[in-house]
């Protein structure tokens, strides 16, 4: 009877096992579908092919649900750029969300929230730099300097509004190299 009992454990030892093994799998597998999904959406609604630039917003948290807040992306690397974004530079990119149609709550506007608290990698900007590129590349002349000129006044405005004094608007060096870096993606 022994020898039954220690077959019994056995099997259910091994059955245990391919159980964990094969729910490990799922869910990888469950992963990888989700990324190709999340790919596919944000290929669709970008116009981004580049498969390492659409693995790096993936890789960021970005969806195709997200991406709208991916606009704002240089208005965030300007802010940055001296270190801080303060309370004015703030409301000049909360400003510029309400005009993107960010609704408070949503998926994208928690995204921007969290870029505002904390510097978002710099592998960010190289993922908009991408996909500017190839948006670029898309479009006519015209509209690409259009879409230019409207960024840039913009990152110029959210620059603009956290230095100054006496009604001077100053841009700090680092917030200049920033929008040279901006408009640079452009060419």
């Not at 989700?34 to 669709?44: G, H, M, N, S, V």
């Not at 240089?74 to 309370?87: N, S, T």
Request: proline content about 3%; glycine content about 6%; charged content about 30%.
């Amino acid at each position: 009877m022994s020898d039954d009992f220690l077959g019994d454990r056995r099997k259910a030892l091994e059955e245990a096992f391919f159980r964990k093994e094969n729910e490990k799998h799922l869910a990888d597998l469950r992963e990888e579908l989700a990324r190709k999904k999340t790919k596919e959406e944000l290929r669709t609604t970008s116009g981004i092919t580049e498969d390492e630039a659409l693995e790096h917003l993936v890789s960021l948290g970005v969806t195709g649900k997200t991406l709208v807040a991916l606009t704002l992306v240089p208005l965030i690397h300007v802010a940055w750029a001296d270190g801080k974004v303060d309370e004015r530079e703030r409301e000049a990119i909360g400003m510029a969300a309400t005009g993107k149609g960010i609704e408070p709550r949503s998926a994208a506007h928690r995204l921007l929230t969290i870029w505002l608290e904390q510097p978002p990698d710099p592998i960010l900007f190289d993922a908009w730099r991408a996909y500017i590129n190839e948006l670029s590349s898309s479009l006519v002349p015209g509209q690409r300097g259009l879409l230019k000129s409207q960024i840039l006044a913009f990152c110029q405005t959210v620059a603009e509004s956290a230095g100054g004094f006496l009604g001077i608007k100053t841009v700090s060096a680092a917030e200049q190299a920033a929008l040279a870096q901006v408009e640079a993606a452009f060419d």
